[in-house]
């Protein structure tokens, strides 16, 4: 198993990138390292259990058990849950049982798939060398992860091909439209590509405001998976830290229609509503993340941040 997987970087033109680096983390209150090999010996015993568990619990009882398990998880972390619904509909969850939703949400750091899962079990469209990872890679096996090489964007009509495929057959599938993963105060445009599936299959997506807070509920980027990062890196820096609180709010369905940009920016308004696009390091710099490319600040001296031209058709 791969423990040191670093966010990905750029191969070519077309491909995501990130601003964000080691500058960004900000650190808050910490617990002792007996709690925190605790948590550690608590999220191990949660891996191994699964799959035992998953294979002894009914269908019809299973979706409800891996609810349960992703809560269970995130409080092993140290991470408190908090779910907001300002859909006006009757819906446990993402969606009713066999139907199909596409979930879409800012991508902060890997617990962002726990989060998600916490709220209803979906599949994910996530990293390719995910399933390498420890921990969430024998996870991400267990829910059939649809890969993806960002690196490779010959694959991506593949992969918008398998979505499709899914969301046709009444599953819910998760995807991180950014392509990368952002600190959580800064973020990335909400690329068009993935949103054909649901046009192709005339499936609703549900918009999702995903973000950290600390313990004064205020953003908090300890769990961001940012710059040079390493998997080990964030996993010691959430498993240590104390407070913090992951809030999940469901906003209004969007149908698809026929234009996936059109689709890309109104999920994009329902993901991000008024909050503006800063980088946290310089508070005098205000990002326009849509189409902007950043040096990260966390590399040579805090002078101007240099703009680049990216484009967004990826």
């Known amino acids: ?5 670093p966010p990905a970087t750029a191969s ?20 002792g390292t007996a709690r925190t090999l605790a948590r550690l010996a608590g999220v191990i015993g949660l891996v191994l259990s699964f799959p035992v568990l998953t294979a002894a619990t009914p269908k019809a009882r299973r979706e409800h058990m891996q609810r349960r398990y992703a809560r269970t998880a995130l409080r092993c972390l140290g991470l408190r849950l908090r779910i907001v619904d300002h859909r006006h509909e009757p819906v446990d969850g993402f969606a ?5 939703v596409l979930v879409v949400a800012g991508h902060i750091g890997w617990a962002d798939v726990l989060a998600l899962a916490a709220v209803q ?4 469209v996530a990293r390719a060398d995910m ?18 090489e960002r690196a490779r964007l010959r694959e991506l009509p593949g992969v918008v091909d398998r979505i499709a495929r899914r969301l046709a057959d009444g599953q819910r599938v998760a995807v991180f439209p950014e392509g990368t993963t952002w600190c959580g105060r800064a973020y990335g445009s909400l690329r068009p590509a993935l949103f054909q599936a649901a046009i192709d299959t005339a499936t609703p997506v549900q918009p999702v405001r995903l973000r950290y807070l600390d313990g004064d509920g205020n953003p908090c980027t300890v ?22 609180t992951v809030e999940i709010v469901l906003e209004p369905r969007q149908w698809p229609g026929t234009d996936r940009r059109d689709l890309a920016r109104r999920c994009a308004d329902a993901v991000r509503g008024t909050d503006p696009s800063r980088h946290g390091l310089l508070d005098t710099e205000w990002i326009a993340a849509g189409s902007t490319r950043v040096q990260d600040p966390s590399v040579g001296e805090r002078g101007p941040i240099r703009r680049t031209v990216m484009a967004t058709r990826w």
């Open 1 to 5: 198993m791969v423990f040191d997987a």
């Open 96 to 100: 009713a049982p066999d139907t199909g």
């Open 223 to 244: 769990p961001a998976f940012v710059g040079t990062d390493t998997f080990g890196d964030s996993a010691r820096r959430v498993l240590r830290s104390k407070g913090m």
């Open 12 to 31: 070519h033109s077309w491909m995501p990138s990130s601003p964000c680096g080691p500058a960004c983390i900000e650190p808050i209150d910490e617990i």
């Open 121 to 124: 079990p979906v599949g994910f």
């Open 131 to 148: 399933v390498d990872w420890p921990v969430l890679g024998t996870l991400a096996k267990l829910t059939r992860v649809i890969p993806i």
